[in-house]
């Protein structure tokens, strides 16, 4: 049987979401007949039976003094229309999953199948016109679909049965055309030489055709969000173009490469790169013995320091961590979860260094979010609706985890029209001791802790790697990954335990290529179970299982006499955790799904990210009239020397304008 129940925040005081959105609707559409906007939520839910469902309705599902809660069916709403929208098939929905987690907790039973919608009631004279243009304006494809208003007679998913990953007879043999053509249609973010490079290693090396599974975990390991590959690419010359300010890009040139033979020597043969270029001053520095509080350590989760903490008047080793993540890409085609995200992709990082983070900082970029609707570029979502759902996603997730942000700005220009900007960054600390950092080896298990695996973060790391294009907005819905920030503030319990801290030799997060990054970066040596990574929903093929990424789950390295224990802390804080993949002594990653291989390749071949790209560089003049991009002279300042002109032209600047939708929590 299912029940269908709808909660509705009770107008005046309690409904702000639903004034929110009247006004904006309003001011987006012109809409001076419009009286109010309802926004209901609509519960169905199936296996609770009477007693249980009564028990629940008021504290998992409402609140009776803020909620009205009608049953079944919706009363009438005069001079209105209105429509439901919930996540596409596949999207993790937090609402549906939490309160499931809820009604367990009450009912101590298996947990009910629960499904959630949206329901939005426009009320007043608006034409159906207008109305099917809010409707779009409401609805991402991306991630959502206007749901029926008719209650199913089930909730039951009906998922059919993945096929065995298919294994690339042909590949070895295709010529470069065809070796074109199969890149094409398979959407690859490598390059068309690593692909010849792949193609090489099976035929020469392996000697056998690979999986399709095997060419999407390289093409994620080698993607330039996994390796950089863009800023490790070689720069084989450099040409300054002569100008003002050749002398001033001279010399810093000239210091990078006298840096450069004083850190690697003067025979080195390493390449000059952007990632080198960025790096060499902290080189120069360590070697001159001015960063030793920088903490050094195969593991890579977030830049760390040393410090002497006061922690009430006793002097304690701590490391404090910093991280900055961007999301530039997943905000652009899907604001809320994008942008929330990138909050809880920067924390994951320390996170998985097993420190606490403390404080964030946002910086976005935007073109002007006043904008009409009719002059949003073709395959993009308007700059308003990019603007107000990031700054609604960010502050949710910050809201659930308990995250201060002190610094939140928003940069205003036409040219972010193209791409949005989304940076988050936050500032970690843990007790030196409890980080406890070992080289896994054989016979060490690597446990997998907090979220399922889900079609949602599928393919996000090369996603973020490509070059996208008018159609992006339709194809790329499952890069994007779900927040979930219960489950990781619930993971930042559990490493704050000492106990627990201490257990774990090595950790890897989730945030970018899913299992066959977190868990393959661990040791040289692994075989991966994917049979035994916890599914969201059944119908998951072994690919989807191999590089679904998200920032709530954690791979930990432990011994295996401390596995029972970890299992007992995880589970206090509600948190699975299940071993999925052993320590080997053979340098070799393999993963199994069906008790069969799907991927076996060396770490050799894995670990030279790819064939190495070339490019030389020229060095343009900056255009002096515009090298202080934010800070130009008004034009009437300059023609009139007016001040009062040049007050008022600077206060039409964007750039000066409230922060409010930015900061808006």
Known sequence: MVRRIFVEKRQGFFDIPAQQLCDDLTETFRLTELKAVRIINRYDIE????????????????????????????????????????????????????????????????????????????????????????KSYLINKVESREASLEKPESLEMKMEQPADVKVLDDFNTLDDAGLHAFMDKMGFAMSFEDLKFCQEYFRDTEHRAPTVTELRVIDTYWSDHCRHTTFTTAIDMVDIEDGYFSPSITRAYEQYLKDRENVYGAS??????????????????????????????????????????????REEDWLVMFKNETHNHPTEIEPFGGAATCLGGAIRDPLSGRSYVYQAMRVTGAADPRRPIK??????????????????????????????????????????????????????????ENVVRERPAAGDIIVLVGGRTGRDGCGGATGSSKEHTEESLETCGAEVQKGNPPTERKIQRLFRNPTVSRMIKRCNDFGAGGVSVAIGELADGLVIDLDAVKKKYEGLDGTELAISESQERMAVVLDPKDLDAFVRFADAENLEATEVAVVTTEPRLIMKWRGKPIVQMNRAFLDTNGVRQHVTAKIAQPDASKRYLFSETPEAKEAGRDIEKAWLANLTDLNVCSQLAARRS
């Not at 940069?411 to 007790?431: D, L, Q, S, T």
């Open 47 to 134: 296996g609770l039976s009477d007693e249980e469902y009564e028990k629940v309705k008021s504290v998992v599902f409402s609140e009776p003094p803020v909620d009205v809660v009608y049953e079944e069916k919706l009363p009438h709403f005069p001079n209105s229309r209105m429509f439901a929208m919930e996540y596409l098939p596949g999207q993790y929905d937090v609402t549906a999953d939490s309160a499931a987690q809820c009604v367990q907790l009450v009912t101590a039973k298996e947990r009910p199948v629960i499904r959630t919608a949206r329901v939005i009631v426009i009320v007043g004279d608006v034409d159906r016109e207008t109305f099917e243009k809010i």
């Open 375 to 432: 002059d949003t570029l073709p395959g993009k979502l308007p700059q308003k609706k990019i603007t107000l759902g990031a700054a609604a996603g960010y502050s949710s997730y910050g809201n659930q985890i308990g995250l201060a942000t002190g610094q939140v700005q928003e940069v205003y220009h036409e040219g972010y029209m193209a791409k949005r900007m989304e940076i988050g960054a936050v500032i970690a600390a843990a007790p030196k």
């Open 268 to 313: 080195t043969i390493r390449d000059v790169t952007l990632m080198d270029l960025a790096v060499i001053g902290m080189k120069e520095l360590r070697k001159e013995g001015l960063l030793e509080d920088l903490d050094k350590s195969e593991e890579i989760n977030a830049c760390s320091i040393q410090i002497k903490a006061d922690i009430g008047g």
